[in-house]
């Protein structure tokens, strides 16, 4: 290694180094050991016990064995596909139309406009959770049922949860829709504020209307951000069950139609009676697998390595 | 080379000076706890534990105790508290400068969170040195090494053992040893409301004989629950839990006859005559329309105890300590009832016989004081005197099972007392006015804690309560202790639920529950499917 290479080197893992450290620490690590306790027979965190209990492909084997005969597991996969393709629809869809709603206003009301959908985000998620449980609940307790009792449009109240597969679905992913769509909105709205507002103005003054403004200019120019809100929600999503744990503990939405393979992983790991973490490890390495064939898609529909060209211009 | 000898020389040396010290140290320790041997006699055993700790230079003895349960619970970590408080007093009075400070009493009303808890904080060393809570998790705990076995330490304590029903020390037990002290059980009685059942014309007061005799059976609560529904004298036939299937509906089992565990296999077992019978008659409830077919879905707060204490239902299958937490929770229009109530509008009997020729039943589920297998570890110099610390958190539990304290509880929370001694201290006078107006010896603490619920709930009829409910123990089943049995009873909830919904026939809901047994594996190889569908069985008959 000449003298530049070296100086060169060491001046990147200066600069790197924290950031490797994180990504080896909190990635690196914490998948290494999912895999591994994948292939153990660990449970009930016993870990002094069962750590060294390599059972091979035991966990893996009993996985599939359940996914052939448990009639519940089957419904946690089609849960899966239609949760996270529908919420993914709503969050990154959702997103864009608000930020482009917000584009076309002045700036204050469109910024306690942003703030209303910031809400949900900012509450506390058994709070929040605990709003929609009463709001959706299948007894006349629940708001809903009582509204629509109150206007004569139902005569009993209706068990939206627990209608399935539809009505607990229609829950899940409005309850968790509500909560992605700002993620979206804001990268968009900022996205849409970096574009040089002479552009809009021009096709104002061309006789342009917002939606041809929208449709010709906007969202050409915010292609790349369409691109990471798509993966970083799927990705996201794929993962995510802090509220349909609740929403699913409180029985407001059917266990079978409410659950996901992310809360599958997450109840087996630390759910009630047995908790068997050898196995939910072995649910979320093909959790992880789905994750990375699904983002690897999306980037390569989307032409990921077009972004990451080196701009035309002096370097 | 000279220079490099004497530095190995020094090494070497100051590697055995170091090693020496080091080990002296941990032989002085274990030789100190090994002076202590439990005799049976508890002061003397208090009094020598507390002099091994002084002589360590022990000021401070930290524990901290975790239970769980309804509201009225909680002398379930309070019993701890006053225990550490007389042990205290014993070494005051001994001139023994050490003194037990509890560091935390943690109560959460889920007894299956508790316990999730308990299973994620014990091996990082931060789980409660006390843990209270069902039988039913006693075999994993034991199993993975989380409690202590005191098998040995109980046998100094003959005298106290024998003192507690049997069945319930049975259920402390794991392949033979002994794994904690029973703190409390309870029977699960069919509630009836008076004003409902005379409306109706059902006789209450003859009730009680007829379900035990199992003159009255299943198909009878049918009957009445059909008449009480069509005549309008109520809104419901029946009411029950929610949620989990454990343990007031596994009940159905029993009084059908079934059962759960096999000893001679060691196998948890799916009776299939007696599960069918059960989901059938969960099933005809709720398509008749007198059980609502979203109950196990309904929320405790707002609609089940409402519904029971309002009196728009005629049965309810609950739990002993429904009678006290009707007293202090605000279920009826916003207040809680008075006792007067409570004895006025409800009638109880056991769980009746699924049919002619079975028997009543009820299902206890006795919750265990445990002790932590590292309990003590915050205190100085635990690894030498584990063992006193270990001795010193059994005569705790000993001490928190002095007959006063568990008297206490089962009249403050109507939980059935565990030991004979307790049992008779309910039925003294005197005694209930003393704690009426807690003129005991007790910590502030803990009279600061209970002092609402003893205002709301000592009283005579209380007391008279549980000597009525005392007798259904006899007819008491427990639930198998089995590390799969959890999982199981999951199963059999969700298929309540879907025979309830209307979603599936008793029959799908079997096969549904077999179904779901054979795939897992590990739930197969531990549960047995035993009998078959029956035919042309008939409910009501």
């Not at chain 1, 690590?29 to 591994?36: C, E, N, R």
């Not at chain 1, 153990?40 to 870990?47: A, D, E, F, H, P």
């Not at chain 2, 299956?112 to 299973?119: I, M, N, P, T, V």
């Not at chain 2, 202790?481 to 209307?502: C, M, N, S, T, W």
């Amino acid at each position: 290694m000449n003298k530049i290479n070296k100086e060169k080197f060491t001046a990147l893992s200066f600069f790197l180094s924290p950031m490797l450290l994180m990504v080896v620490l909190f990635y690196l690590i914490p998948l290494i050991m999912t895999v591994y306790i994948s292939f153990t027979q660990m449970r009930n965190w016993n870990v002094e016990r069962y750590l060294k209990d390599f059972v091979g492909l035991y966990n893996y084997e009993r996985l599939f064995y359940m996914f052939q005969h448990d009639p519940t597991f089957k419904a946690v996969l089609l849960t899966t596909i239609v949760f996270v393709g529908i919420t993914l629809i709503i969050n990154v869809f959702g997103g864009l139309a608000l930020a482009l709603a917000t584009f076309f206003i002045s700036e204050k009301p469109a910024s306690s406009f942003r703030l209303l959908w910031l809400l949900p985000r900012m509450s506390p998620i058994a709070v929040y959770s605990l709003v929609w449980y009463y709001f959706f609940h299948g007894s006349e307790i629940g708001t809903l049922n009582s509204i629509l009792m109150k206007l004569g449009v139902i005569s009993q109240p209706i068990p939206w949860g627990q209608t399935v597969p539809w009505g607990a679905w229609s829950i899940i992913i409005f309850v968790n829709g509500l909560v992605g769509v700002s993620f979206g909105m804001i990268v968009f709205t900022s996205a849409l504020n970096q574009i040089p507002r002479e552009l809009v103005i021009a096709a104002r003054v061309d006789g342009a209307s917002a939606w041809e403004i929208s449709r010709k200019i906007l969202i050409p120019l915010t292609k790349w951000h369409f691109l990471y809100v798509l993966t970083w929600q799927f990705l996201s999503l794929l993962t995510t069950y802090p509220h349909l744990f609740l929403l699913v503990q409180w029985d407001l939405v059917n266990r079978d139609y409410g659950t996901t393979l992310a809360l599958y992983v997450f109840n087996t790991a630390f759910g009630r009676g047995e908790q068997d973490q050898g196995l939910a490890a072995a649910a979320a390495v093909i959790l992880s697998i789905i994750g990375v064939i699904g983002g690897f898609v999306t980037l390569k529909v989307l032409q990921f390595e077009k972004m990451m060209k080196r701009p035309r211009g002096d370097f | 080379m000279k220079a490099k000898a004497v530095w190995l020389v020094a090494i070497l040396l100051l590697g055995v000076i170091a090693s020496g010290c080091i080990g002296g140290e941990k032989e002085t320790g274990t030789q100190t706890a090994g002076k202590v041997q439990l005799t049976g006699d508890f002061t003397k055993d208090v009094v020598a534990i507390g002099k091994v700790l002084e002589q360590n230079g022990i000021s401070e003895v930290k524990f901290s105790a975790w239970g769980s349960g309804d509201p009225n619970s909680v002398m379930r970590v309070y019993g701890i508290v006053e225990a550490a408080r007389r042990i205290n007093k014993i070494w005051a009075d001994n001139g023994i400068k050490v003194k037990i400070v509890i560091t935390d009493t943690h109560y959460v009303a889920s007894f299956q969170d508790a316990y999730k808890e308990y299973l994620s904080k014990q091996p990082l060393g931060q789980a409660g040195d006390f843990f209270v809570n069902s039988y039913a998790f006693l075999p994993t705990l034991a199993d993975e090494g989380y409690i202590l076995d005191i098998t040995d330490y109980a046998n100094a304590y003959k005298s106290v053992i024998d003192d507690f029903y049997p069945s319930l020390i049975e259920a402390s037990k794991y392949k033979g040893r002994l794994y904690g002290l029973p703190q409390d059980t309870e029977a699960r009685p069919l509630y009836v409301r008076k004003d409902v059942a005379a409306k109706i014309g059902l006789d209450v007061n003859t009730l009680p004989e007829k379900v035990k005799s199992g003159e009255f059976t299943w198909s009878d609560v049918y009957y009445w629950a059909k008449k009480a529904k069509e005549s309008g004298a109520a809104e419901w036939g029946l009411i029950h839990r929610k949620g989990s299937a454990h343990p007031d509906l596994i009940q159905f089992i029993f009084a059908f006859g079934g059962k759960l565990y096999d000893p001679n296999t060691g196998k948890l077992v799916v009776d299939v005559p007696a599960v069918y019978k059960w989901l059938y008659v969960e099933w005809k409830f709720a398509q008749d329309g007198l059980l609502p077919k979203d109950i196990m879905s309904w929320d405790w707060a707002k609609q089940i105890h409402p519904t029971i204490v309002e009196g728009k239902t005629l049965f309810d299958i609950g739990g002993t300590w429904y009678w006290t937490e009707w007293q202090t929770k605000q279920y009826y229009h916003g207040r809680g009832l008075k006792p007067e109530e409570v004895k006025e509008w409800f009638a109880y009997t056991l769980f009746p016989a699924g049919e002619k020729g079975d028997k009543p039943v009820t299902l206890s589920q006795p919750f265990i004081w445990m002790i932590n297998s590292k309990a003590g570890a915050q205190n100085p110099k635990y690894d030498e005197l584990k063992d006193v610390y270990h001795m010193l958190a059994f005569l705790m539990i000993i001490k928190a099972s002095d007959p006063d304290i568990n008297a206490i509880h089962s009249v403050i929370s109507a939980h059935l007392p565990v030991r004979k001694e307790a049992a008779k201290l309910i039925k003294d006078e005197k005694w209930l006015n003393d704690l009426k107006n807690l003129n005991l010896d007790l910590d502030p603490t803990v009279k600061d804690n209970i002092k609402n619920i003893v205002q709301a709930t000592v009283n005579p009829i209380n007391a008279q309560f549980l000597a009525d409910v005392s007798y259904m123990l006899e007819y008491t089943h427990l639930a198998p202790a089995h590390p799969k049995y959890p999982a199981l009873a999951d199963i059999f909830k969700e298929a309540v639920d879907k025979v309830l919904r209307g979603e599936m026939t008793p029959e799908d809901a079997v096969n549904y529950i077999i179904q779901k047994v054979n795939a897992d594996p590990e739930l197969k190889e531990n549960v047995e499917i035993q009998g078959e569908i029956p035919k042309n069985w008939k409910f009501p008959q």
